[in-house]
T-cell receptor
């Protein structure tokens, strides 16, 4: 089955600096890669996603890159703000012919220091 | 985004009793629902995947007779924790996705904090 590894597990950055979280996956059949932000006690919220036919996607301060050959994808947050502090999860999803399977990374606790 | 409602948000039950958790998609047809368990400061562990009208597919190590999943309609899936024990205490969260658009995100419910005493 799919195995998603995520690192680092914790990350502290100064406000205004950039943060990068990296994930690798093992199953080449995975074709959709969402990133979720989970604040304490709340549900995970999708912040950005990328499909396997795209190499990079950007949404304001957030960007995601995907290298299908190497089977890794990364989340980049620029100009970090204190409200970016949360746990971030990457995931790899395989979806084909009505079959779906989602595997999450272990999560990265991001702390943005004012 | 789409709305997924999970109920109850918190439940305390006695050891040996059963607890039912509901997951509803309010504004879309959820052909697939996922049930996760999340331990404190840990990731989401997929327990099972259910497709409407079919039996759920359980992940390795998850007891299907203990965690009963029903996905009888395109808007409702339920997870019943049977004969609950203190070690079943955890945060359970569902997510739902549809097939209208391929490779779409799964929308999460708000989660259920289960405490077995």
């Amino acid at each position: 089955g799919e195995n998603v590894e995520q690192h680092p597990s914790t990350l502290s950055v100064q406000e205004g600096d950039s943060a990068v979280i990296k994930c690798t996956y093992s199953d080449s059949a995975s074709n959709y890669f969402p990133w979720y932000k989970q604040e304490l006690g709340k549900r995970p919220q999708l912040i950005i996603d990328i499909r396997s036919n795209v190499g990079e996607k950007k949404d304001q301060r957030i960007a995601v890159t995907l290298n299908k050959t190497a089977k890794h994808f990364s989340l980049h947050i620029t100009e970090t703000q204190p409200e970016d502090s949360a746990v971030y999860f990457c995931a790899a999803k395989e979806e084909s012919g009505g079959y779906q399977k989602v595997t999450f990374g272990i999560g990265t606790k991001l702390q943005v220091i004012p | 985004g789409a709305v997924v409602s999970q109920h109850p948000s918190r439940v305390i039950c006695k050891s040996g009793t059963s607890v039912k958790i509901e997951c509803r998609s309010l504004d879309f047809q959820a052909t697939t629902m996922f049930w996760y368990r999340q331990f404190p400061k840990q990731s989401l562990m997929l327990m099972a995947t259910s497709n409407e009208g079919s039996k759920a597919t359980y992940e390795q190590g998850v007891e299907k007779d203990k965690f009963l999943i029903n996905h009888a309609s395109l808007t409702l899936s339920t997870l019943t924790v049977t004969s609950a024990h203190p070690e079943d205490s955890s945060f359970y969260i569902c997510s739902a996705s549809g097939h209208l658009i391929p490779n779409t995100e799964a929308f999460f419910g708000q989660g259920t904090r289960l405490t077995v005493v």
